[in-house]
């Protein structure tokens, strides 16, 4: 084999040497397509022709795609959650609603995880604002270090698994797949993973409730009418708002797009309930120890209307400055991504990765666990992102050639490949000592949290991943049996 | 040098403008698409005679503006990944030198070649009158078509402010205030 056929080879060579620069994705992903463009070119391999249709591919694949128009829209129902202080209010809510559970705190930051799993999508972000809403005040409480950060670590990530996760929408985009198929197949294995972490918790929490010292009694309100007048403004609206959104996904009454849309605006409405109606109707907002816990307090409700308004704007316009910044680094990267495989295929790297994989003569299991591998491996130094819009377009040929037989019929496979990618990235993110999360997590961190009891505290979640993971492989129909109930 | 430093001011100014541009349309999305979604629902004719599929070919194209006016405004603000694993315990010095090369090497030619590749796309879709594939769809399709050239130019424009910062910085003569959008704050 000359070096020319293996030129895409050398382009991932030369992607993943240059990705380490620390120099933006990508830039470096158009600058390493360009380069092997020019390289095809002198060696005759291609036509400078074959470069003009690249406009028509990103207008094609980014521009003029009515689905990928979901992704800001859920960005933007997560940010303005979080901003409005809707998110921290919730979770206030679920920890005092199971001060009396084992391990309540901890429960909490799962159940909230996987409530908002929408929160942002990118592992980094998501996995910081937990840390910073519910880790203070479980150091505080003096809370085994270990269990607090491996619960929030875990929780975090959740959110690429459970829907309404972005980048299902992009998998579903570059496999060709329904998005709504896709985000109905997710839910149970999402809701296995939350099961098992909270299972781990209680057990762990009632042997040794040294552990998980709940958090004080004379916290939040006393009564039973205080407790129900927590309940339907800080746990009500942000669940219907999130049911609504996935329930009509799932019952196949609105797109994701739509769903997406009118979750944004509810979630402007819930925004402009939190910021400007209960303060001027007097309600105070709860309060729960710990540096973040408080942000908003008796002064903003003595400001007059026009402050309160103005203060919603300034909200407002915050989540729209970051979602389009959050959009722009995934699209970003989309036209990056869509110009490096475009040469990519130019200089025959589809045929070379399958006759490569042929002569591999793995069989599909063979394959499928390589696919995993690999995709472990590339998570311990990439996040989601770069993942799906690099790798998922290389192997996606493969994919949908793969035939298990019995085991998983031909056309779900692609549904079952995406559910497995997508629960195995996360394990990866959260695998000591490169898992990112985990780095997130630490940056955010009080100091006398140390990264040794990160690190030990995650390794139970990682065995409840694999675990998880298995049953997936083992038992498809725990991703395929809902959307076939529901969507056929 | 200052004078240098003052084009890029300039330039991350005009790309600001440019972004809050782009940004709002995020907020117009989200209205429109509830728009659409209740008036189909609802089975309430819509206005101005627009029809359903008007208002999802608007979506894309709000979606489409979101993304090009702020791609290149999001890297004079760092929010664009980065592999963080060796560049954390890189010097400041060899972090300006991999943005330098970065962005003659990689950005420029990049940016430049998808600006130039794409105006005869957008000329041909011009001419040509191209519309929409669907029939009650919207016209002058060459006007979304042109946010690709938008797209580059603008990431060659924040390349070019991003270089001179960089620059600036290799010299030591960069402001601090501005080192934070150069190589990013040291998180």
Known sequence: MGIIELLPLLMFVALA???????????????????????GIVADELNFIQFSTLPSRIFGGVMENLILTAIPMFVFMGTMLEKSGVARDLLNCLQILMRRVPGGLALSVTIMGTILAATTGIIGASVIMMSLLALPIMV??????????????ASGTLGILIPPSIMLVIMADLLSRSVGNLFVAAVFPGLILATLYMGYIVIRCWINPSLAPPISEALGPQTRGGIAVMILRSFVPPVILIGMVLGSILGGVATPTEAAGVGALGAILLGFFNLVILPSMGVKDFTLKGPDASTQSATVI?????????????TVSGVVDS???????????FVGATFF??????????????????AMGLGPWGLLFLLLGLVFVLGFFFDWIEITLIVLPVFAPIIAQLDFGDHVSRFDVVYWFAILIAINLQTSFLTPPFGFALFYLKAVAPPEVKIQQIYRGIIPFVILQLFGLTLVILFPEIALWLPRVLLN | MESALTVSRAIDAFLWVMAKMGAWCALLLVLVVTYDVTTRYLGVPKVFGLTSTMLQESEYWLHSFLIVLVVGYAYTKQSHVRIDLIRENLSDRTKYMIEVAGILLALIPYSFLGAWLSWPYVVRSFTSGEISKSQTGLTDLWILKSGLIILFVLIGLAGISQLIKSIAGLAGRLPDDMKATTIGGGH
């Open chain 1, 341 to 358: 495989s475009y040469i990519f295929r130019a200089l025959g790297g589809d045929d070379l990765v399958i006759s490569t994989v042929e």
């Open chain 1, 302 to 314: 003595a400001t007059s209307l026009w402050r309160k308004l103005v203060q919603f704007e300034r």
């Open chain 1, 17 to 39: 040497f240059l990705l380490f620069s620390g120099f933006p994705v990508a830039w470096v992903l158009g600058g390493v397509g360009l380069g092997f463009g020019l390289i």
């Open chain 1, 323 to 333: 979602t389009a910044q959050t959009n722009a680094m995934i699209f970003g990267l």
């Open chain 1, 140 to 153: 505080e409480r003096k809370y085994d270090h270990a269990l607090a950060t491996g619960t929030i670590a």
